[in-house]
């Protein structure tokens, strides 16, 4: 008698076929992207190659040309009422001087599951200040959100998807602008919350920290042209075809690892 095999679990994100233009400019093309639950992905490229616009389609904020986006085998617009999908802009992307403070950032995560006075109960406020706890900024949670150092403006994001309860958290460019301190405090809170089950997708610049961080990596250049464990995709072959020829000396996660086969290499 055979056992049943049991069922692939719904990926956390499955893009397919991904491709989105802004006028003349094609930010990606044909781009495919799954991640499965519990996994944290790193996603590689140079500025420009179309990183910020894959998280903005996951996020819904754009209208593809072609392909299509499920998050946890659902549309995007079920996954983020639902509150299972928290997403942190680009730096340059938030205003620093609106007049909020920490814990309203924080509370702000919990706005889908309120009603339209938006007030928080007892339930909301304790889940607010755990997640500070969590995050390590409970002393500051009344300070004005600007007034905090850039590495904990960006503990305060991951502290607001942690109230959340959010399922997928989407870093844009997590660690820019951050000490090595802070660095490091991120990258050992999202291995906690990846061993809770949650899933990671993080843009970064700092390969040398990917194989530590991720479980995965996705390099992108408008195309995906190499995606699996950070050794098989941060090769010289492979890098060499995002960034260009590297400088003797720098090496590879697996420096004697053999290129993959990159999407629409040569």
């Not at 499965?36 to 616009?53: D, F, H, M």
């Not at 299509?68 to 995007?76: E, P, Q, T, W, Y």
């Not at 007030?119 to 390590?136: I, K, N």
Request: aromatic letters at 4%; a neutral charge.
């Amino acid at each position: 008698m055979t056992t049943p095999r049991e069922a692939e679990p719904v990926p956390v994100i499955d893009v397919r076929h991904l491709t989105v233009r802004y006028d003349d400019v094609l930010a990606l093309d044909d781009v495919s992207v799954h991640l499965a639950p519990g996994r944290i992905c790193g996603l590689i490229g140079v500025n420009g190659s179309g990183k910020s616009t894959l998280f903005t389609s996951l996020m819904g904020l754009l209208t593809p040309q072609a392909g299509s986006v499920k998050l946890f085998g659902s549309s995007i617009a079920r996954a983020r009422k639902s509150g299972l999908v928290a997403y942190m802009p680009q730096a340059e992307g938030v205003d620093w001087t609106f007049p909020v403070s920490v814990s309203d950032v924080v509370g702000m995560g919990l706005y889908g599951r309120l009603g339209t006075a938006r007030r928080l109960r007892a339930a909301d406020r304790a889940a607010v200040d755990d997640a500070l706890e969590r995050v390590g900024l409970s002393e500051l949670r009344k300070r004005q959100i600007g007034q905090l150092s850039g590495g904990q403006r960006k503990r305060v994001f991951i502290a607001r998807s942690i109230a959340q309860d959010a399922r997928l958290l989407l870093l844009d460019e997590p660690f820019a602008g951050v000490d090595q301190s802070s660095e490091h405090t991120m990258t050992a809170l999202l291995k906690a919350l990846r061993d809770e089950g949650r899933s990671v997708l993080v843009s970064t610049h700092d390969l040398a920290g990917v194989p530590d961080l991720c479980d995965e990596a996705v390099l992108l250049h408008q195309r995906v042209l190499a995606q699996g464990e950070p050794s098989q995709v941060l090769t010289h072959g492979n890098l060499a075809l995002a960034f260009g020829p590297l400088p003797a000396g720098i090496p590879s996660a697996s420096p004697g690892a053999a290129p993959s086969s990159p999407k629409g290499a040569p």
